[in-house]
């Protein structure tokens, strides 16, 4: 018997089928057309996914009119404000916050499996000195599986920990370590007796010549950048990890996927690429030119950091991230940046501004994280590595939950073919 609260399909009058309609905990309602096709013949089309669920999630959950983001319930102000990133990286894993005894083993998991085999060294010596560290990065994590194959069975849940916790430990020892490359430093060992944080900006910034004091407010906001990247949803890098790892394919492969995904610029290139045109931009007084550019169908150019595919309200990180820029040029007695003061003058004209109010084109996470990494110290080049760093927590924990669900098969969507019909071969002799 048909069920009211199903959706009927009608063409030319005729039912086809009927399709379900499932509900979440939490947002809009989504239309189960797995049977569409048999049903109906007929594909859907939606080559940029704008309104696909590609999967059943309990990990995050984003309003994007509201501008709310959860990771497992707990809304991420609260998060920033009041946890640490290992906490969250438990939370996200495991569904809930960890009691005292939890969070202990699993920081002392993550901490002691911080280095690296040692013949990664001469891995590392193969690529040349410029080389980008995303590149680096991306190699190298895709390397891991050359390295760690004792633990390469998907199916088994304790070879997928091991796994997830290598990942986890050991992708800030790759980044600092891609980032010492790069300017001809030699490599840090990691020291266990510092947090995840400290010990990234270690690694990063100690020489042998003089050791590296750790300053808290640095830490902090390396803590509090960690936490506002480590997952969002089904983004394209982490929608492109859940593809690859749909086939079968090994966790270290699948983060190297994700990581060549996040660099691109609408996604988290975007950090590299604000600073890059804020630099470009200069004064204030260009600031219009910029937005008649950005408004110009015809150019190419963006404004990076604003827009997002999902919040048409403020990003929440972006709020969060804003507030700890201020904190962190205070602290450090950054007086009056310049860099800082045409962001927040190019942010209240395009907030202003009757096409970015039109498209709800607000700050996103990207727009103030540049200046922060920018005032402890790292590269522009860095800026999207710290994010793949961070976001190795959401990615490894969505590719778990998607190995765990017993409806998982292999991505593999569908097209609207528009090439040639069939034809018959012509030898190149006959050819014109
Ligand atoms: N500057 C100027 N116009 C923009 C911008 C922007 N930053 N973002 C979107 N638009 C316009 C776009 O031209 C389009 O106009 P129209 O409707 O006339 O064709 C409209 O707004 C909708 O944009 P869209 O490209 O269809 O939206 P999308 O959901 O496909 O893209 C986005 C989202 C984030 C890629 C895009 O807003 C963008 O390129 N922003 C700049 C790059 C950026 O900051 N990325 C970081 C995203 S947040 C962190 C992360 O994901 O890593």
Not at 393 to 399: I, K, P, S
Request: proline fraction near 5%; include cysteine; charged fraction near 25%.
């Amino acid at each position: 018997m048909s069920d009211p609260n199903n959706l009927k399909i009608i063409k030319n009058e005729k039912e086809l089928g009927e399709l379900k309609i499932l509900k979440g905990s939490l947002g809009p309602d989504v239309i189960d057309i797995r049977n569409l096709y048999n049903q109906t013949g007929l594909f859907t089309y939606d080559p940029s996914y704008g309104a696909t669920s590609s999967c059943e999630s309990s990990i995050t959950f984003i309003d994007g009119d509201e501008g709310i983001l959860l990771h497992r319930g707990y809304p991420i102000e609260q998060l920033a404000e009041k946890s640490s990133f290992l906490e969250i990286a438990y939370l996200l894993l495991n569904g809930e916050l960890p009691n005292k005894d939890e969070y202990s083993k699993f920081s002392s998991i993550i901490t002691n499996h911080t280095m690296v085999h040692e013949q990664f060294l001469n891995f590392y010596q193969g690529f040349r000195r410029d080389a980008h560290p995303m590149a680096i990065l991306c190699a190298a994590t895709g390397a891991m599986s050359a390295f760690y194959n004792d633990s390469g069975d998907i199916n088994d849940p304790i070879q997928r920990k091991i796994t997830i916790n290598r990942l986890i430990a050991k992708i800030p020892t790759l980044a600092a370590m891609a980032y010492k490359y790069s300017i001809g430093q030699p490599f840090v060992y990691p020291d266990n007796n510092l947090s995840y944080a400290e010990n990234f900006l270690k690694m990063c910034f100690s020489v042998p010549a003089q050791d590296f004091k750790s300053r808290n407010i640095l830490s902090d906001a390396i803590e509090k950048i960690f936490i506002l990247h480590a997952d969002h949803e089904q983004n394209a890098s982490t929608s492109t990890v859940r593809l690859a790892g749909s086939s079968g394919a090994n966790l270290f492969a699948c983060i190297s996927a994700g990581i060549a995904s996040l660099w691109g610029p609408a996604h988290g290139g975007a950090n590299e690429a604000v600073l890059k045109m804020l630099n470009e931009i200069q004064n204030e007084k260009n600031i219009p030119n910029y937005l008649k550019k950005a408004r110009d169908k015809n150019d190419p150019f963006r404004l990076f950091g604003f827009g997002h595919r999902v919040y048409k309200n403020y990003d929440p990180r972006a709020k969060v991230m804003q507030k700890t820029c201020h904190e962190v040029l205070e602290l450090l007695g950054i007086k009056d940046d310049p860099l800082l003061k045409l962001a927040m003058k190019l942010e209240k004209i395009a907030l202003e501004d009757s096409y970015f109010i039109e498209k709800k084109l607000y700050p996103n996470v990207d727009f103030y994280s540049g200046i922060i990494l920018k005032a402890i110290g790292f590269p522009t080049s860095m800026f999207t590595v710290l994010f793949a760093v961070a976001r190795t927590v959401g990615w490894v924990a969505q590719w778990n939950e998607m190995i765990e669900d017993p409806n998982q098969r292999i991505g593999r969507p569908r097209q609207l073919y528009t090439g040639s019909k069939k034809r018959d071969f012509i030898d190149i002799k006959n050819r014109n």
